[in-house]
């Protein structure tokens, strides 16, 4: 019974440069989370998606970054133009249904990306 | 703004001895909290919760303490093991979205040998 996998797990973009980081959630997850953690801070929540759908993106800067969770397929958070500060770790997390503690949500091993 | 502090940036204790990690929060509508327990290199993975209608959880060797006038939190390791060696981080959600966690900074915890 394989987690939530994510990849790459290490990603280098330069400045400028598109990032795309995936998420294949636990088999009969449907819901999905990305957090990110930037150094010597905690994770902080940015988006909760469903299948084909947003639920809540309020954790999300509401410039160059987007997500999306389609019918088939992972979840790609998508980070367009990277700046250094967007230079963290990314963590996703997936759960089995609407309502469900978040003692249910599994991680992921997280894709650190670095922008030089 | 933090509303979940974690103060102590590290702990260190003797094998076989207590752990004792703290945590703080400011949102009152918080009524749900957790402790994750991060490896390097890896994801979080939940350890133990507690709902804001209990003062205290217990699971094996962890137990988590709730003080809801103070808005303070502990995790009670007994006994500690090199194994337990990690970043412990605190959680805590709000009812009515239960999906969203809000993360303190981490205590990172050694058990010595």
């Known amino acids: 019974n394989a987690g939530v996998m994510q990849n790459p797990r290490h990603l280098v973009r330069r400045r400028g440069q598109e990032a795309r980081l995936r998420c294949s959630p636990m088999?009969?997850?449907?819901?999905v989370y990305w957090y990110r953690q930037l150094p010597e801070e905690g994770l902080k929540f940015m988006v909760y998606?469903?299948?084909?759908?947003?639920?809540?993106e309020s954790g999300m800067p509401k410039e160059r970054f987007s997500a999306e969770f389609p019918k088939e397929g992972p979840s790609i958070l998508r980070i367009q133009q990277v700046v250094r500060g967007d230079s963290a770790a990314y963590f996703c997390?997936?759960?089995?249904?609407?309502?469900?503690?978040?003692?249910?949500?599994?991680f992921g091993q997280g894709t650190r990306l670095t922008v030089v | 703004d933090q509303q979940v502090k974690q103060n102590s940036p590290s702990l260190s204790v003797q094998e076989g001895r207590i752990s004792i990690l703290n945590c703080d929060y400011t949102?009152?509508?918080?009524?749900?909290f957790l402790w994750y327990k991060k490896y390097p290199a890896e994801g979080p993975t939940f350890l133990i919760s507690?709902?804001?209608?209990?003062d205290k959880n217990e699971d094996g060797r962890f137990t988590v303490f709730l003080n809801k006038s103070a808005k303070h939190l502990s995790l009670h390791i007994v006994p500690s093991q090199p194994g337990d060696s990690a970043v412990y981080f605190c959680?805590?959600?709000?009812?009515?979205?239960?999906?969203?966690?809000?993360f303190g900074k981490g205590t990172l915890l050694t058990v010595n040998p």
């Open positions: 507690i709902s804001s209608i209990k």
């Open positions: 997390a997936s759960s089995p249904g609407q309502g469900a503690r978040n003692t249910e949500a599994f």
């Open positions: 998606l469903q299948k084909e759908n947003i639920i809540d």
């Open positions: 088999k009969g997850h449907s819901h």
């Open positions: 949102n009152s509508m918080f009524d749900y």
């Open positions: 959680a805590a959600s709000e009812m009515g979205s239960n999906y969203k966690l809000t």
